[in-house]
């Protein structure tokens, strides 16, 4: 779909072959500190090892996160105000040593720690009631790229400020020369966006030496849509960027599950399990747009459980799509389409949110019209949605951000394939009462909170609905304010829309 624009960032010819490999690939880990019962602030997360030692503080909901550590063997350990603390991970205290810690080569890993109750960090009750807070959700954003962001020849500050005015943190700029991804980069960085670059193969290493010092870079795209067959060949460019810079993203995008298997090379699933094996780029990424003309293409949902069963088992992040860019056979873009895009792929996991396209690109086959950003560089309505929408998910990216999803679920008569049928009731869970809507529900995992989510599968049609639990939970609204609800409430979801109900683990 995207092969007429993509063709632009890869007019270089392969001449040359760099076969330097790193003998490690940087891994990302993250989690929370508990105490007590509970997430605690501001204590000093150190992973030591041969390759150094890596420092985090945690917030105030007890995260924290740290990227681009190198693969290898690690002893956690913490501190709190400059005194060490003993401490062991979570589900690993039984282990020879409850402190180590391996970080795979690109993994992403979720590692949660523990002080023991009988250690003094100098509070007492009174204090400790005083640092409780439930009425707000942790400190997170939600990494959102503009896909065939602003063109080389518009590209400014003032631009790129404008892209950040509607809630972007990222742009994936189709720059076709090394001048150009330069230019990119020094007017995002005055913005403070992050840019991803595509990669020429012919001069990696020139290309990488240029760029890999400069302060916009988030990484370097390596190809659109790839074939089964070409994943060896991506993995190669892979390994020569990360022997020049391993402090980087990698980046490139999968095709949808409805191009068929001739097409791909192998199955889909198949597909999707060599592009983690041979690529190991820092995230799965696919797209989907599944608002047609004439409906909505169901498969996208089957697309949504194979990427988040390997991203799962790869213990690495998936970033997935919205389509803002009307062209033949899709529609110009509602707030309710874009609502059940990016909160569908919240549901199952995403970790990262991207819009196809941000510019118009030029109409040709395709017909593309309606973008946020008109080919002639004017904002159009659909910028203004985009933006209410961006809003939108970074005012509850605390939710979402570092969450594990355990459980998807779809209520209604019409099941899409690939998918789970909501049988029962997770406690605390008792009764959900759609009225004859259809939803998705996601059960998920984040700190302290457990929390269970309802995306309305249509775009089109709202209904009231009833829910009732077994205990008293919280409610998180649009704005990302929380309230407490009790063990029950009858309201309304608009179409395309969530609900997002929370409680203590």
């Known amino acids: 779909m995207k092969k007429i624009i993509s063709v632009l960032a890869f007019l270089f010819a392969f001449v040359s072959a760099f076969s330097c490999k790193p003998d490690n690939r940087p891994g990302e880990v993250h989690g929370t500190v508990s105490y007590r019962d509970r997430e605690v602030a501001d204590i000093v997360v150190s992973y030591t090892g041969d390759n150094g030692t890596y420092t985090y503080t945690t917030n105030k909901s007890g995260y924290y996160?740290?990227?681009?550590?190198?693969?290898?063997?690690?002893?956690?350990?913490?501190?709190?105000?400059?005194?060490?603390?003993?401490?062991?991970?979570?589900?690993?205290?039984?282990?020879?040593?409850?402190?180590?810690?391996?970080?795979?080569?690109?993994?992403?890993?979720?590692?949660?720690?523990?002080?023991?109750?009988?250690?003094?960090?100098?509070?007492?009750?009174?204090?400790?009631?005083?640092?409780?807070?439930?009425?707000?959700?942790?400190?997170?954003?939600?990494?959102?790229?503009?896909?065939?962001?602003?063109?080389?020849?518009?590209?400014?500050?003032?631009?790129?400020?404008?892209?950040?005015?509607?809630?972007?943190?990222?742009?994936?700029?189709?720059?076709?020369?090394?001048?150009?991804?330069?230019?990119?980069?020094?007017?995002?960085?005055?913005?403070?966006?992050?840019?991803?670059?595509?990669?020429?193969?012919?001069?990696?290493?020139?290309f990488v030496q240029a760029v890999k010092d400069k302060p916009a870079l988030y990484g370097y795209c390596l190809r659109d849509e790839p074939k089964t067959e070409d994943l060896t060949g991506l993995g190669e460019l892979a390994d020569r960027i990360l022997a020049l810079d391993s402090e980087h993203n990698i980046y490139f995008n999968l095709f949808p599950n409805y191009v068929g298997d001739e097409a791909l090379g192998s199955t889909y699933e198949e597909y999707v399990k060599q592009s983690i094996q041979k690529v190991k780029s820092n995230q799965v990424s696919f797209d989907f747009y599944p608002i047609r003309e004439t409906g909505i293409v169901t498969s996208w949902w089957e697309n949504l459980e194979i990427v988040k069963k390997y991203s799962q088992e790869a213990d690495m992040p998936f970033w997935a799509f919205a389509l803002c860019t009307s062209h033949n056979p899709y529609p110009i873009p509602e707030l309710s389409h874009l609502r059940l895009q990016m909160y569908m792929n919240l549901a199952y996991g995403a970790q990262g949110l991207q819009y196809f396209t941000y510019w118009c690109p030029t109409p040709g086959a395709w017909d593309f019209h309606d973008a946020p950003i008109a080919e002639d560089g004017t904002p159009t309505e659909v910028y203004d949605l985009v933006q209410e929408m961006n809003d939108e998910l970074q005012a509850r990216a605390g939710v979402f951000m570092g969450c594990k999803v355990t459980g998807v679920y779809q209520t209604g008569d019409h099941q899409p394939n690939g998918t789970s049928p909501l049988t029962g009731y997770n406690p605390p869970l008792s009764r959900l009462n759609l009225n004859g809507g259809e939803a998705t529900v996601s059960f998920f995992e984040n700190g302290k909170w457990a929390y269970l989510m309802l995306v309305n599968r249509s775009y089109q049609a709202e209904y009231d609905y009833s829910i009732i639990f077994e205990k008293d939970v919280q409610m998180v609204n649009r704005d990302g304010s929380v309230e407490n609800i009790g063990t029950s409430l009858d309201t309304h979801m608009e179409a395309g829309d969530c609900a997002i109900f929370r409680w203590k683990k």
């Not at 690109?106 to 720690?113: C, L, P, S, T």
């Open 65 to 206: 996160v740290i990227r681009g550590i190198p693969a290898g063997d690690y002893i956690v350990s913490v501190s709190y105000n400059g005194k060490n603390v003993d401490s062991y991970l979570k589900d690993y205290e039984k282990s020879e040593n409850p402190s180590r810690v391996t970080i795979l080569v690109n993994g992403y890993h979720v590692r949660n720690i523990i002080i023991p109750n009988d250690q003094d960090l100098g509070w007492d009750d009174e204090d400790e009631d005083d640092d409780e807070d439930d009425t707000t959700l942790p400190d997170a954003e939600i990494p959102i790229l503009a896909w065939y962001s602003i063109p080389a020849a518009y590209a400014t500050a003032e631009r790129f400020q404008e892209l950040k005015d509607c809630g972007f943190t990222l742009s994936f700029s189709h720059t076709t020369t090394q001048e150009e991804a330069i230019t990119t980069l020094d007017c995002a960085e005055q913005a403070g966006i992050k840019v991803i670059v595509p990669c020429p193969e012919a001069n990696t290493e020139e």
